[in-house]
């Protein structure tokens, strides 16, 4: 065992504040992992103010880490001391179902192990996330950052840039395809880079006309004033994929009907209840996908880190010292964040 130093909420109301709790002692198959830096993801939010109704205080929220290997165990060959690795939203699974065995951990049957507010499948201890100085994970579950990448940037991939990516791989997005990306936050403008180094041609479909230039920015080729109806209309049997990030309830009738024939709507954002109901004419009526995706797998987790490496893409982020966690986690519910906050793990040291 270790003594680890973290953030962590105690309560529904407590806020987040300095926690030290312990790490396992590493098992052979464990790679053990210094933090660097950390992302802040909306779901952070929701686990410390137990928004959902499930979480287990005390809880230190956390799931796009990017850190240095200090040490392995002995059963370990993919990993060395100190080298740049990453842990996302998981750290285990069962290994053996068929999701597993297709490297679709996210899938687990028996559900994955997620990095936080999770049990550990061997000796049923409470999992702590990436808001600390330290981390142990299992090698499977844990992937190699490029030496290309900023460290920093890369953090976010690791959930915001695996989340965009994986359905987009999914339903083979390519060139000719049309995608409109729906809201444009730290799920949102990666979704518009992915799309577009895919070789899709790219609408953000925003709220707000003073998106327009940051989005043309990012890389879409047209934007939609989605309150305006003359502009929806004339979306009318457009896309062949929409690419929902919007993280709360909306009305999707409007923008089901800017799918062509057989065009999918992929939820990535929302996890609650659709409200609106969806009308099922403009599901039957052109054969249209309404569908969802879950982050992903360890192989294509580790593939997008590999595809932004060569694509030069990164996550537009804002440095955060931990101490002004609780600050940002209100910039976030404002939306006033572009696009991720990443907490720099050296400024636990002065917490």
């Known amino acids: 065992m270790s003594e680890v130093k973290g953030y962590a909420a105690t309560s529904e109301l407590s806020g987040l504040a300095p926690f030290q709790f312990q790490r396992r002692a590493p098992r052979p198959d464990d790679v053990s992992i210094e933090i660097e830096y950390c992302g802040v993801c909306h779901t952070d939010i929701h686990f410390a103010a137990n928004d959902?109704?499930?979480?287990?205080?005390?809880?230190?929220?956390?799931?796009?880490?990017?850190?240095?290997?200090?040490?392995?165990?002995?059963?370990?060959?993919?990993?060395?001391?100190?080298?740049?690795?990453?842990?996302?939203?998981?750290?285990?699974?069962?290994?053996?179902?068929?999701?597993?065995?297709?490297?679709?951990?996210?899938?687990?049957?028996?559900?994955?192990?997620?990095?936080?507010?999770?049990?550990?499948?061997?000796?049923?201890?409470?999992?702590?996330?990436?808001?600390?100085?330290?981390?142990?994970?299992?090698?499977?579950?844990?992937?190699?950052?490029?030496?290309?990448?900023?460290?920093?940037?890369?953090?976010?991939?690791?959930?915001?840039?695996?989340?965009?990516?994986?359905?987009?791989?999914?339903?083979?997005?390519?060139?000719?395809?049309?995608?409109g990306v729906i809201g444009m936050g730290g799920l949102g403008h990666m979704g518009v880079k992915f799309a577009r180094a895919l070789g899709a041609e790219v609408t953000l479909f925003t709220r707000s006309q003073s998106k327009e230039a940051e989005a043309r920015k990012q890389g879409a080729d047209h934007v939609i004033i989605s309150t305006d109806p003359e502009q929806m209309a004339a979306a009318t049997e457009r896309f062949d994929f929409l690419l929902d990030t919007i993280p709360v309830p909306h009305d999707l009738n409007p923008y089901l009907q800017t799918l062509a024939v057989n065009g999918a709507h992929i939820l990535v954002g929302l996890i609650e209840p659709i409200d609106?109901?969806?009308?099922?004419?403009?599901?039957?009526?052109?054969?249209?996908?309404?569908?969802?995706?879950?982050?992903?797998?360890?192989?294509?987790?580790?593939?997008?880190?590999?595809?932004?490496?060569?694509?030069?893409?990164?996550?537009?982020?804002?440095?955060?010292?931990?101490?002004?966690?609780?600050?940002?986690?209100?910039?976030?519910?404002?939306?006033?964040?572009?696009?991720?906050?990443?907490?720099?793990?050296?400024?636990l040291n002065n917490a």
């Open 52 to 179: 959902w109704g499930r979480t287990n205080y005390p809880v230190v929220p956390g799931h796009e880490i990017i850190g240095r290997v200090t040490a392995v165990g002995n059963d370990v060959n993919q990993f060395t001391v100190g080298q740049r690795v990453g842990v996302g939203c998981m750290v285990d699974s069962c290994r053996q179902c068929a999701s597993c065995d297709q490297g679709l951990e996210q899938y687990c049957r028996e559900g994955m192990t997620p990095t936080y507010n999770g049990v550990d499948r061997h000796d049923g201890e409470r999992t702590f996330g990436g808001y600390s100085d330290s981390i142990v994970v299992s090698e499977r579950f844990v992937v190699s950052v490029p030496d290309a990448l900023d460290p920093a940037t890369a953090a976010p991939i690791l959930c915001a840039g695996i989340t965009t990516y994986s359905p987009l791989k999914h339903f083979g997005v390519g060139k000719g395809h049309k995608v």
């Open 276 to 347: 609106p109901t969806v009308h099922s004419r403009n599901l039957i009526g052109k054969r249209r996908i309404l569908t969802g995706s879950l982050i992903g797998g360890m192989p294509e987790t580790q593939e997008v880190l590999d595809f932004c490496a060569e694509h030069g893409i990164e996550c537009d982020i804002e440095m955060l010292d931990i101490r002004n966690i609780n600050e940002a986690y209100e910039r976030m519910k404002k939306g006033d964040v572009k696009y991720r906050f990443v907490i720099d793990m050296k400024t």
